[in-house]
């Protein structure tokens, strides 16, 4: 007789162990027959049964085999209780393809959600939730409500990013800050800061700086930074409540229509500034000028044409070109209104 107490494992599975051994030694059988050679009760009956069934070692037979699908969904029935032991390889192959089976279609229904949603989300989301965001503002004064609506927008983020940073970190932590870089660069998203020039110099933010720039980060540095101010695909703006008292929280401003007017003032911002490691020598750099490089320079902030700025200094149009493009060069600018207004801020054109 096996009861649960026998062997030196867990009874339950001894019980089972033996009731197979003992139908793979008689290859088919009639499974009422062993369970009362080894006097297992009635409900020691039905657990190893349906246990054996469902790890396919035994298969219901009559007259002719069940099929694997019809014993799994249960509509086979047989007139006896006559069973076949299956080799232990071959259930185990058969049990790992039924759950690459379910897998499969596992996978088909959560391709089928996917499809239904990215449908739903282009079609109604985008252009009824972002419409109806149009003017919606939300007031954050929780710090960690602040971080997570960072966050928030940081994984939703897929195109450009855009920051003022007045001072240091502060509260904020370095290394999750480059993490948030690390995310968004990986994902395409052009990752802007702008820096007071002043605070530059400490050596722990000089060297945060360094860090940023190496994932990638377009820092550029200014003389004054007006306030804290995030943008994030020209869809979400993060400013300070009261710009002079930003521990006092935050404005999550969205859609485009409320952010447009920070962006613009963030491109100013950009314009002006100088970039990150051009400091030394765009501030150095106008003593050198000649005076036709200051003469284009003060034409150029004026918003001169080339051609008209060639025939002032009696030079060929290729001629000014070239110096222009060389000034922009050390001046760090990209285009020529930044080289213009550049210029003026470092006192090139005094």
């Not at 009362?36 to 069934?53: D, K, M, S, T, V």
């Not at 229904?109 to 989300?121: F, K, M, Q, R």
């Not at 395409?188 to 530059?200: H, L």
């Not at 700086?209 to 550029?220: D, F, P, S, T, W």
Request: net charge negative.
């Amino acid at each position: 007789m096996v009861t649960a107490g026998d062997g030196i494992g867990d009874g339950a599975t001894d019980v089972l162990l033996a009731v197979y051994q003992e139908l793979r030694r008689r290859g088919v059988s009639d499974f009422e027959e062993v369970r009362r050679e080894l006097g297992l009760a009635a409900e020691e009956y039905e657990r190893c049964r349906g246990e054996l069934l469902t790890l396919g070692l035994i298969v219901p037979t009559g007259q002719a085999h069940a099929t694997v699908t019809a014993v799994r969904d249960g509509s086979w029935r047989s007139e006896t209780d006559t069973v076949a032991a299956i080799d232990p390889e071959i259930a185990l192959l058969r049990l790992l393809e039924r759950e690459r089976e379910r897998l499969r279609e596992h996978l088909a229904e959560a391709d089928e959600a996917y499809s239904t949603l990215e449908i739903l989300a282009g079609s109604y989301l985008r252009a009824e939730a972002l419409a109806r965001a149009e003017a919606h503002v939300e007031a954050l004064t929780d710090y960690r409500r602040i971080q997570q609506a960072i966050e928030d927008i940081t994984d939703v983020m897929q195109e450009s990013s855009a920051a003022l940073h007045p001072g240091t970190p502060g509260r904020q932590n370095p290394e999750r800050m480059l993490d948030r870089d690390r995310r968004q660069i990986a994902n395409g998203v052009r990752v802007r800061a702008i820096y007071g020039r002043q605070e530059a110099t400490d050596p722990q933010m000089e060297k945060f700086l360094g860090q940023r720039a190496e994932l990638g980060v377009e820092i550029r540095l200014a003389p004054v930074v007006p306030m804290n101010l995030i943008i994030a695909d020209q869809q979400f703006a993060l400013v300070p409540i009261r710009p002079e008292e930003p521990g006092e929280g935050a404005i999550l401003a969205r859609g485009s229509a409320l952010v447009r007017p920070y962006l613009s003032l963030y491109e100013h911002c950009w314009h002006t500034a100088t970039p990150y490691g051009n400091e030394a020598a765009a501030e150095t750099g106008g003593d050198g000028l000649s005076e036709q490089q200051r003469a284009a320079l003060h034409m150029l902030a004026s918003g001169m044409k080339d051609e008209r700025i060639a025939r002032t200094l009696g030079v060929s149009l290729r001629t000014v070109s070239r110096m222009i493009s060389e000034l922009m060069q050390e001046l760090g600018a990209t285009s020529r209104f930044e080289a213009g207004a550049r210029a003026v801020r470092l006192g090139w054109l005094d």
